[in-house]
Nanobody
Framework: QLQFVESGGGLVQSGGSLRLSCAASGFTPDYYVIGWFRQAPGKEREGVSCISASGAMTNYVDSVKGRFTISRDVAKKRVYLQMNSLEPEDTAVYYC?????????????????????WGQGTQVTVSS
Protein backbone atom coordinates (compact mmCIF):
# COMPACT_ATOMS: atom_id res chain seq x y z
CA GLN A 1 0.00 0.00 0.00
CA LEU A 2 1.10 3.51 -0.75
CA GLN A 3 1.47 5.67 2.31
CA PHE A 4 2.29 9.33 2.78
CA VAL A 5 3.37 11.60 5.62
CA GLU A 6 1.43 14.82 6.07
CA SER A 7 2.74 18.00 7.67
CA GLY A 8 2.07 21.72 7.89
CA GLY A 9 -1.07 21.81 9.97
CA GLY A 10 -1.58 24.15 12.89
CA LEU A 11 -3.79 26.71 14.56
CA VAL A 12 -4.77 29.74 12.51
CA GLN A 13 -7.34 32.48 12.77
CA SER A 14 -10.27 32.73 10.42
CA GLY A 15 -9.13 34.28 7.15
CA GLY A 16 -5.61 32.98 7.56
CA SER A 17 -3.55 30.61 5.43
CA LEU A 18 -1.67 27.35 5.78
CA ARG A 19 0.25 25.16 3.36
CA LEU A 20 0.07 21.43 3.89
CA SER A 21 2.76 19.13 2.57
CA CYS A 22 2.50 15.47 1.63
CA ALA A 23 5.61 13.32 1.28
CA ALA A 24 5.72 9.76 -0.03
CA SER A 25 7.04 7.16 2.36
CA GLY A 26 9.37 4.70 0.67
CA PHE A 27 8.25 5.03 -2.93
CA THR A 28 8.15 7.46 -5.84
CA PRO A 29 4.77 9.15 -6.10
CA ASP A 30 5.28 10.56 -9.58
CA TYR A 31 2.92 8.15 -11.33
CA TYR A 32 -0.05 8.42 -9.01
CA VAL A 33 -3.07 10.61 -8.66
CA ILE A 34 -2.87 12.13 -5.20
CA GLY A 35 -5.72 13.50 -3.17
CA TRP A 36 -6.18 15.52 -0.01
CA PHE A 37 -8.92 14.43 2.35
CA ARG A 38 -10.18 15.73 5.67
CA GLN A 39 -12.18 14.49 8.60
CA ALA A 40 -13.84 16.90 10.99
CA PRO A 41 -14.98 15.78 14.45
CA GLY A 42 -18.15 13.75 14.22
CA LYS A 43 -18.16 13.76 10.43
CA GLU A 44 -17.18 11.32 7.71
CA ARG A 45 -13.90 11.75 5.90
CA GLU A 46 -14.34 13.68 2.66
CA GLY A 47 -12.22 14.23 -0.41
CA VAL A 48 -11.09 17.83 -0.70
CA SER A 49 -8.89 17.98 -3.77
CA CYS A 50 -6.92 15.80 -6.15
CA ILE A 51 -4.17 16.22 -8.72
CA SER A 52 -3.18 14.08 -11.66
CA ALA A 53 0.23 12.45 -12.00
CA SER A 54 1.34 15.14 -14.45
CA GLY A 55 -0.19 17.95 -12.42
CA ALA A 56 -2.21 19.05 -15.42
CA MET A 57 -5.59 18.17 -13.94
CA THR A 58 -6.97 19.14 -10.57
CA ASN A 59 -10.33 18.95 -8.89
CA TYR A 60 -11.83 20.42 -5.72
CA VAL A 61 -14.87 19.90 -3.57
CA ASP A 62 -17.25 22.86 -3.89
CA SER A 63 -16.67 24.13 -0.36
CA VAL A 64 -12.98 24.90 -1.01
CA LYS A 65 -13.05 26.08 -4.61
CA GLY A 66 -11.36 29.44 -4.99
CA ARG A 67 -9.67 29.12 -1.59
CA PHE A 68 -7.52 25.98 -1.80
CA THR A 69 -4.91 25.13 -4.41
CA ILE A 70 -3.33 21.72 -4.88
CA SER A 71 0.06 21.37 -6.54
CA ARG A 72 2.89 18.91 -6.83
CA ASP A 73 6.66 19.25 -7.00
CA VAL A 74 8.04 16.31 -8.93
CA ALA A 75 11.64 17.06 -8.02
CA LYS A 76 10.83 17.12 -4.32
CA LYS A 77 8.32 14.25 -4.64
CA ARG A 78 5.77 16.24 -2.68
CA VAL A 79 2.19 17.33 -3.06
CA TYR A 80 0.99 20.54 -1.44
CA LEU A 81 -2.33 22.03 -0.44
CA GLN A 82 -2.29 25.81 -0.16
CA MET A 83 -5.24 26.85 1.95
CA ASN A 84 -6.27 30.50 1.97
CA SER A 85 -9.23 32.33 3.50
CA LEU A 86 -9.59 29.57 6.05
CA GLU A 87 -12.88 29.23 7.87
CA PRO A 88 -13.76 27.49 11.15
CA GLU A 89 -15.59 24.90 9.03
CA ASP A 90 -12.21 23.87 7.59
CA THR A 91 -11.13 22.57 11.00
CA ALA A 92 -10.28 18.89 10.54
CA VAL A 93 -7.50 16.36 10.35
CA TYR A 94 -6.14 16.48 6.81
CA TYR A 95 -4.77 13.41 5.04
CA CYS A 96 -3.20 12.77 1.68
CA UNK A 97 -3.42 9.48 -0.16
CA UNK A 98 -3.38 7.91 -3.57
CA UNK A 99 -6.72 8.90 -5.01
CA UNK A 100 -9.40 8.06 -7.53
CA UNK A 101 -10.81 11.25 -9.01
CA UNK A 102 -13.18 9.56 -11.45
CA UNK A 103 -13.83 11.68 -14.51
CA UNK A 104 -12.43 14.84 -12.92
CA UNK A 105 -15.78 16.60 -13.19
CA UNK A 106 -17.49 18.56 -10.43
CA UNK A 107 -19.91 15.67 -9.91
CA UNK A 108 -17.21 13.06 -9.38
CA UNK A 109 -16.38 12.42 -5.74
CA UNK A 110 -12.75 12.27 -4.68
CA UNK A 111 -12.05 8.85 -3.19
CA UNK A 112 -9.03 7.05 -1.86
CA UNK A 113 -7.60 4.63 -4.40
CA UNK A 114 -8.09 0.90 -3.77
CA UNK A 115 -4.35 0.59 -3.12
CA UNK A 116 -4.13 3.72 -1.01
CA UNK A 117 -3.82 3.88 2.75
CA TRP A 118 -4.22 6.51 5.42
CA GLY A 119 -1.34 8.12 7.25
CA GLN A 120 -1.43 9.96 10.56
CA GLY A 121 -2.78 13.16 9.09
CA THR A 122 -2.12 16.72 10.19
CA GLN A 123 -4.47 18.75 12.34
CA VAL A 124 -5.79 22.05 11.04
CA THR A 125 -7.67 24.21 13.51
CA VAL A 126 -9.25 27.50 12.45
CA SER A 127 -10.43 29.79 15.22
CA SER A 128 -13.21 32.31 14.72
Amino acid sequence: QLQFVESGGGLVQSGGSLRLSCAASGFTPDYYVIGWFRQAPGKEREGVSCISASGAMTNYVDSVKGRFTISRDVAKKRVYLQMNSLEPEDTAVYYCAAADCGGWSDDDPIRIAEFGSWGQGTQVTVSS
